[in-house]
């Protein structure tokens, strides 16, 4: 194996070293690994910057609890070694934007883990990160469905997000890999809606891969016109309000003076249209198992969303179901069959799985910032590196013995075949340990160090 200069790589443990114009700082003992990892983003930053950086991915990572911003120097031993501004700066001032630094984890991630020309599968979808406080910028009362009240709101910053869908050669399930994420402000007049911002991060990932199609994916409430602009690479799969009402396809022109019709006649919503409906049964393959499915289409317009543009209607219901539906969609893909769209449709929950790991295993929305700059980017930082430890995992990390030492450890996981993101993390944090604590000139061990190599290894796991 080769290191990023070219020289053979010789150590397992790679010095990302400090600007020589500041001595005072040491170097950050990284494995070769995560370095590997964390290399292709380099341009993204400062040198400094990109230190800072690498060091803050590890410290979030090797960080058990109380991942906050201080916290993430504890986690990576820092902080006797770097200043607590020195994080905070970098999530406040520091110059580095994070569109482009997601744009260059997307790039990462399509190299490790999508085939080569294959199309990209794409979920969206926001999640609020409670927080508390009147001065926490764009923080406020907000949906969240994962909250405990009965209401179903909460108080905090809600992400909109842009996750790619992939899999994993070791996991039955559709992992998701958060990429590109932006605040969302709550309140009319405030800033772009939801749809708005969901609408953008897809067309920068269109315009980031102009050879592939972008398959993108989303629940009920990503609908409107903001998708009518969308590239032409770019199709987008979402649940039909029951109240939405589509159209025919507009009949051909008569000859006659004035505007032509737009719309065909009125189709009714779902619920009519399933009623006179012909079913067919297709095999849908989705949530680890194949089910049989009753699945029915219709090519027709859906004038309030978008427009004149023609797009399909899929109705699916279970085969026990003998009336009604279970699920419909509305698809600006007119060539993927009824029972592709809706198992694309299913891997839309990979993305809640990526916001339920990314929040309560590695710590996102821990932190306690307030200002501006630092609010919009420290959860998106989190759910990247959550993505970052995942590409980590893929390409060194995984060993089917992991498996097999979790069950041996906890031994009531008598089924479990399959490492879980806490696996990947705790495959990391002792992949840090072990690079914090090789020296480079190997001596005898003192006591107190090996007591704190194996109370660091236990806690890895806490």
Same mark, same amino acid.
């Given at each position: ?161 842009? =996750?790619?869908?992939?899999? /994993?050669? +070791?996991?039955? %399930?559709? @992992?998701?890999?958060?990429?590109? #994420?932006?605040? $969302?402000? *709550? ?14 991060? =897809?067309?920068?990932?269109? /315009?980031? +891969?102009?050879? %592939?199609? @972008?398959?993108?994916?989303?629940? #009920?409430?990503? $609908?409107? *016109? ?237």
């Amino acid at each position: 194996m080769r290191d990023l200069a070219g020289g053979t790589r010789k150590s397992a443990v790679l010095n990302v070293r400090l600007l020589p114009t500041n001595p005072v700082l040491p170097s950050l003992n990284l494995p070769a690994s995560l370095l590997e990892t964390l290399s292709a983003l380099g341009p993204c930053f400062t040198a400094p910057g990109f230190v800072t950086f690498c060091g803050l991915v590890a410290g979030l990572a090797g960080r058990v609890h109380r991942r906050t911003v201080v916290g993430m120097l504890l986690g990576g031993c820092l902080q006797q070694a770097w200043p607590h501004d020195r994080a905070h700066y970098f999530f406040a001032r520091a110059r580095w934007e994070l569109d482009q630094l997601g744009l260059a984890v997307a790039q990462l991630v399509v190299l490790l883990l999508v085939p080569p020309g294959a199309d990209l599968r794409v979920a969206v979808d926001d999640s609020v990160f409670r927080r508390s406080g009147r001065k926490v910028h764009g923080a406020g009362w907000q949906h969240d469905g994962s909250s405990p009240a009965k209401n179903k709101l909460s108080y905090g910053n809600c992400f909109v997000t842009a =996750a790619i869908l992939a899999d /994993l050669p +070791f996991c039955s %399930r559709t @992992v998701g890999l958060p990429v590109l #994420a932006r605040l $969302h402000l *709550p309140g009319k007049g405030k800033g772009p809606g939801k749809v708005e911002t969901a609408a953008a991060l =897809a067309s920068q990932l269109a /315009l980031a +891969f102009p050879g %592939r199609l @972008v398959h993108v994916v989303a629940d #009920a409430a990503y $609908h409107g *016109p903001a998708l009518r602009t969308l590239p032409e690479n770019v199709t987008w799969t979402c649940r039909i309000p029951r109240n939405a009402v589509p159209y025919d396809l507009a009949p051909p022109r008569t000859g006659k003076r004035g505007r032509p019709r737009a719309k065909g006649k009125r189709l009714g919503t779902a619920d009519d249209i399933a009623a006179a409906a012909a079913w067919a049964t297709v095999t849908v393959p989705a949530y680890r198992r194949e089910d049989i499915k009753h699945v029915t289409e219709v090519t027709c317009l859906w004038y309030g969303s978008w427009h004149t543009r023609t797009v399909r209607l899929i109705l699916s219901r279970d085969q026990r179901t003998s009336s009604g539906y279970d699920l419909a969609l509305v698809t600006t893909d007119l060539d993927a069959s009824p029972a592709t769209l809706v198992a694309r449709y299913a891997t839309r929950w990979a993305i809640e799985q990526a916001f339920a790991d990314a929040r309560n295993v590695l710590g996102a929305g821990e932190a306690r910032n307030r200002v501006r700059r630092a609010v919009e980017r420290t959860v998106p930082f989190a759910m990247l590196a959550y993505t970052l430890i995942v590409c980590w995992y893929a390409r060194h990390g995984h060993d089917p013995a992991d498996i097999d030492d979790r069950r041996a450890a906890q031994p009531w996981y008598r089924t479990k075949t399959e490492p879980a993101f806490e696996d990947m993390l705790i495959k990391l944090r002792r992949t840090i340990i072990a690079a914090r604590f090789s020296p480079s000139c190997p001596s005898q061990p003192a006591h107190d160090q090996i007591r704190a190599v194996l109370a660091a290894w236990d806690a890895a796991a806490a």
